[in-house]
């Protein structure tokens, strides 16, 4: 256990003192200004943040904030490069993201029942996005969502297809009738 928590460590504190990311200079400043090193900065910052998700006022902005900036800012990256590993990534991060956002739309009270509900979706955003080969979208877009969408597929298929030809026979239509 002491080996991992020393390799995290470690990995965190190359991550903060990689030239870049975007991130390196305003902890170099930080640095500088406190005499206190980037890891126990970094550590202080998170603990703010948690607390604040725990126990702050609007911390659905926060939550969201962290879930849509990070990864927003690095799928734009992604799409800059060549290789097509890093859009898979961030395309499976959105996804969850989105099938997220939708069951959370419809099941608003679970705001109001789950304690530190802000705090457990920021982890669970933080856990799907963390840049490791299996992380929490990775895991749950195979586990949950692929499943369900091999089983729904067809039938989602069919009904986008008969919306289409709807929408194109109330265009066409409309059209028909402005130029009569």
Known sequence: ???KIEEVKTSI???LKDESKPWTQVFK???EKTGCPRLYIFLGGVAIIVLYLAFGY??????NAIGVAYPAYISMKAIETRTKEDDTRWL???VIYGVLSVFEHFSFFLVQIIPFYWLLKCIFFVWCMVPIENNGSVIMYHKVILPYFK?????ADDLIGQATDKIKQVAGDVISKKLS
């Open 29 to 31: 400043l930080a640095e």
């Open 1 to 3: 256990m002491a080996n």
């Open 58 to 63: 609007a911390a659905q902005i926060l939550c």
């Open 151 to 155: 089983k729904y597929e067809k039938s």
């Open 13 to 15: 504190e190359t991550s």
């Open 92 to 94: 499976t991060y959105w």
